[in-house]
C-alpha cells in the first residue's frame, strides 16, 4: 500500500490534503463540514467485502482514461459512487446483526460534530442548492421545536449520512494503523476558515461576521501580490475573533482535536492570519480594497498549547509576511516552512534560501502556486543556474 512505498523510500513524513467533504470545484477547502471525512473517498470493495454490497455492483465505471494534463471527471465519479455508498450503509442500517453495529454506536456516541453534521448534510442532499442561510428563519436560527422536526423529516438520510462518516471513519483508520506499523507520521492539512454554506458556520453563527440573515459582512483573501495584481478573494466568512477568545477559543479547539484524531501534525494552513488577517467586504469583486485587521496572536497560540502541550502544529508562513507574525512564530518556536524556488528570487538570501533554512521548519522544492522544479530549473538563466 501507499504507507508501505513511502517508507521504502525512506521517508518519515506523508503530508496529506483535509479529509474533509469537498465544496466549490472539488475543493477540501470549501467545505460543508470542517470535520465530516469525505465519503467519495471509501473503498467499496471493504464493503463488498462486509457483505454490503454485491460483486455486481462494483462493476469498474466505463470513463474514457484522461490524460496527466486532464481534470479528473468527478461527476462521473459522484454520480457512479453515490448510488452504491447510499445502498451500503441502507443495508447495514437494515442489518441489526451486522458485526460492525457496536463499533458503529460507539462512534456515533463519541463523536460530537456528528449528530449537527449529518443533519447540515442531510438537508443539503435533499437541496444542495439553497444555502442555510435561506431556509426557514426558525431552521436558520436553530429553534429547537423546527430543529427537531426537521430532525424527524429527515431522519432516514440522516442516519444514511451517519453510516457514510462512519465507514470513512473506519477505513481512515486502518490507513493510520498501516502508516505507523510502516513508521509514517501522517501530517495533516487545516484550512484557516471554513465555507459560509456549512455546518460549522450554520451552528456558530456567532462566531462569525454575519448579518441577522447569516450573511456574510466581510470576507476572507489576501491582498495583491507577486501571484495576482488584483489580490485573492477567497469568499470564507471572518471570524469574529472576539467572541472566540471570550470562550477560549473552544470552537479551534474542538477543530484541532478532531484534525488531530485523524493525523499525528496539522498544518494550519495561512498563519499569518492569526497574526493580521485582509479583510474585504462582502459584495468585493476583488481584494484591492481590503484591510489590515488584527488576529487574535498570542492569546490564540497560548490556548492552543493549552489543548495539545505538545504543540503539533506547522504553520504555513508563507507570504506577505511581516516581523509580528514572525516574532508569533519563533517566539513560540513553531514549525514553519520553506520553500527552495523562493531562495534565489532575493539578493542578500533570504529565509527560503538553504543557508538560512533554520532547524524548525520543512523544507519544500515548491508549492502548488509554483511551476515544477524541472520546470523552474529549465526557465532559469545561466546566472541564477550557476548561483
Known amino acids: 500500500g501507499v504507507a508501505r512505498a513511502l517508507a521504502s523510500t525512506g521517508a518519515g513524513v506523508w503530508q496529506i490534503l483535509p479529509l474533509t467533504y469537498t465544496g466549490e470545484e472539488s475543493s477540501p477547502y470549501f467545505s460543508a463540514s ?84 449529518c443533519h447540515f448534510l442531510a438537508r443539503k442532499e435533499v437541496d444542495p442548492a439553497t444555502p442555510w442561510w435561506e431556509w426557514p428563519v426558525p431552521m436558520r436560527r436553530r429553534d429547537p421545536s423546527a430543529m427537531e422536526r426537521s430532525a424527524i423529516e429527515h431522519a432516514a438520510v440522516i442516519a444514511r449520512e ?43 453563527q456567532d462566531q462569525f461576521e454575519l448579518d441577522a440573515h447569516g450573511r456574510m459582512t466581510a470576507q476572507s483573501g489576501v491582498p495583491p501580490d507577486y501571484f495576482s495584481a488584483t489580490g485573492q478573494l477567497w469568499g470564507n466568512p471572518l471570524y469574529r475573533w ?58 490564540f497560540v497560548d490556548a492552543v498549547r493549552d489543548a495539545f502541550p505538545g504543540m503539533p502544529i506547522v504553520a504555513e508562513d508563507l507570504g506577505d509576511l511581516d516581523e509580528t507574525v514572525r516574532a508569533l512564530r519563533d517566539d513560540n518556536e513553531l514549525v514553519g516552512m520553506r520553500v527552495l524556488q523562493f531562495g534565489f528570487d532575493a539578493d542578500p538570501p533570504g529565509e527560503h534560501h538553504p543557508t538560512q533554512v533554520v532547524e524548525r521548519a520543512i523544507v519544500y522544492t515548491g508549492t502548488h502556486d509554483n511551476d515544477t522544479l524541472a520546470g523552474w530549473w529549465q526557465g532559469l538563466g545561466s546566472r541564477l543556474r550557476a548561483r
Not at 470513512?168 to 501530517?187: H, K, M, N
Not at 477568545?245 to 473552544?250: T, V
Not at 462582502?282 to 488584527?294: F, H, L, M, Y
Open 34 to 117: 470542517a470535520s465530516a471525512g469525505n465519503p467519495w473517498l471509501v473503498d467499496l470493495r471493504d464493503l463488498a467485502a462486509a457483505g454490503l454490497l454485491d460483486a455486481d455492483e462494483l462493476v469498474t465505471l466505463a470513463v474514457r482514461r484522461t490524460r496527466g494534463d486532464e481534470p479528473v471527471d468527478f461527476d462521473a465519479m459522484r454520480s457512479w459512487k453515490r448510488p452504491r455508498l447510499h445502498a451500503a450503509a441502507d443495508r447495514f442500517l437494515a442489518d441489526e446483526a451486522h458485526p460492525w453495529w457496536a463499533d458503529y454506536d460507539e462512534f456515533v456516541a463519541t463523536a460530537g460534530w456528528l449528530t449537527d453534521s
Open 162 to 204: 451517519q453510516v457514510l462518516q462512519y465507514f470513512f471513519e473506519r477505513q481512515w483508520r486502518a490507513v493510520r494503523r498501516r502508516a505507523d506499523d510502516a513508521g509514517l507520521l501522517v501530517l495533516g492539512d487545516l484550512p484557516i476558515y471554513v465555507a459560509p454554506d456549512s455546518a460549522d458556520v450554520w451552528v456558530h
Open 242 to 299: 472576539d467572541v472566540m477568545e471570550a470562550d477560549g477559543f473552544s470552537w479551534w479547539t474542538d477543530r484541532l482535536r478532531r484534525a488531530l484524531e485523524q493525523t499525528d501534525i496539522v498544518r494550519i494552513d495561512h498563519f499569518r492570519a492569526l497574526s493580521a488577517y485582509w479583510s474585504v467586504a462582502a459584495e468585493a469583486d476583488t481584494a484591492i480594497g481590503g484591510s489590515w485587521v488584527s488576529g487574535p496572536g498570542q492569546a
